[in-house]
């Protein structure tokens, strides 16, 4: 693992994976300032999600260093951007800084998903489970399109867009090596039941 400063973004139900992409829209003025920094530098910024609410809140310890693809900067000092994830990280400290924004001492993940493969039973079982999340949830998916996608693709698409709360969008981003994630993936779907009744997140009662 190799250390490093990252500028982080705290957004709960948010996570990306390495080669993933990310819309955001940036308007909260210290996020706005992190955009401007990170375009200034190296263009990067840290996905995180926070334990909790209010300014300063606890952070989970594993993240996403993701990269701004393409931005559209705004008169009025917003932005829409897009990212696209380069390397997980696990937080080692946070940093004492003058930013507005929050910095973290973290070190890099050496990993490398993309070349792993499922067997034939778990690609099937986590496309039969998709279809019967989808079709409870009322979702209309192009499956003949999913169907087409490799399998590091599926397994991390599903685990990034998937309506789970944020603890169980946690868990899928700390699973080391595809299978495992995919095998959290199938236990979700299977667990998680109903809607919360205030939206539409899927979530654990």
Not at 54 to 74: K, W
Not at 181 to 195: N, Y
């Amino acid at each position: 693992m190799t250390a490093q400063r990252i500028s982080i973004f705290p957004l709960t139900g948010a996570i990306i994976f390495p080669s993933m992409q990310l819309p955001l829209h940036i308007f909260e003025p210290r996020y706005r300032d992190l955009v401007s920094d990170s375009l200034a530098r190296d263009r990067k910024i840290g996905m995180i999600q926070p334990k909790g609410q209010g300014n300063q809140p606890p952070l989970f310890t594993v993240g996403c260093l993701a990269r701004i693809q393409d931005v559209e900067a705004m008169d009025d000092g917003r932005y829409n951007i897009i990212l696209e994830g380069v390397q997980r990280f696990s937080v080692i400290k946070e940093l004492d800084v003058a930013t507005s924004f929050r910095q973290v001492e973290a070190e890099l993940w050496d990993e490398d998903e993309m070349g792993e493969t499922l067997s034939l039973a778990e690609r099937a079982s986590i496309e039969i489970e998709s279809r019967r999340f989808a079709e409870s949830q009322g979702y209309n998916v192009d499956w003949a399109a999913v169907s087409q996608l490799d399998d590091y693709s599926l397994v991390n698409a599903i685990a990034q867009i998937a309506p789970f709360d944020f603890a169980a969008k946690q868990a899928l981003l700390e699973a080391r090596g595809l299978s495992d994630r995919a095998d959290t993936i199938v236990q979700l779907m299977q667990f998680f039941g109903r809607h919360s009744g205030s939206d539409d997140r899927v979530t654990l009662q």
